[in-house]
């Protein structure tokens, strides 16, 4: 079972910076799998961020933060991070990391349904 535990969340001016972070124990299928980002703003749907496969770093950036976001993981320390730069007040929600069995290589699909195992969640707040 994959276990993940996120950090890093906290109140920002807008135009700022903030760095999560994800801790997760090893999948029971290691060969490729699939890490990504959440978030979930109050009175909206749980919206996909970004993802990356553990297998050839294929990345995936939902419209709303390409450019200002970038996912990346350390393999070894299994561990994934969102960089998160020029952050804007319609950014501020909760942000959940999450992890899949993937199999293959290229995108990692951003829907929440694809994924079995769920951080606690860390809030983000942007203000102007």
């Known amino acids: 079972q994959v276990q993940l535990v996120e950090s890093g969340g906290g109140s920002v001016q807008a135009g700022g910076s903030v760095r999560l972070s994800c801790a997760l124990s090893?999948?029971?299928?290691?060969?490729?799998?699939?890490l990504a980002w959440f978030r979930q703003a109050p009175g909206k749907e749980r919206e996909g961020v970004a993802t990356?496969?553990?297998?050839?770093?294929?990345?995936n950036y939902a419209d709303s933060v390409k450019g200002r976001f970038t996912i990346s993981q350390i393999n070894t320390k299994n561990t994934v991070y969102l960089q998160m730069d020029s952050l804007k007040p319609e950014d501020t929600a909760m942000y959940f990391c999450?992890?899949?069995?993937?199999?293959?290589?290229?995108?990692?699909?951003?829907?929440?349904?694809?994924?079995?195992?769920w951080g606690q969640g860390t809030q983000v707040t942007v203000s102007s």
């Open positions: 999450a992890a899949v069995g993937g199999g293959t290589i290229g995108s990692c699909d951003m829907s929440s349904r694809w994924y079995d195992y």
């Open positions: 990356i496969n553990t297998g050839d770093d294929t990345t």
């Open positions: 090893a999948y029971t299928d290691t060969t490729y799998y699939c």
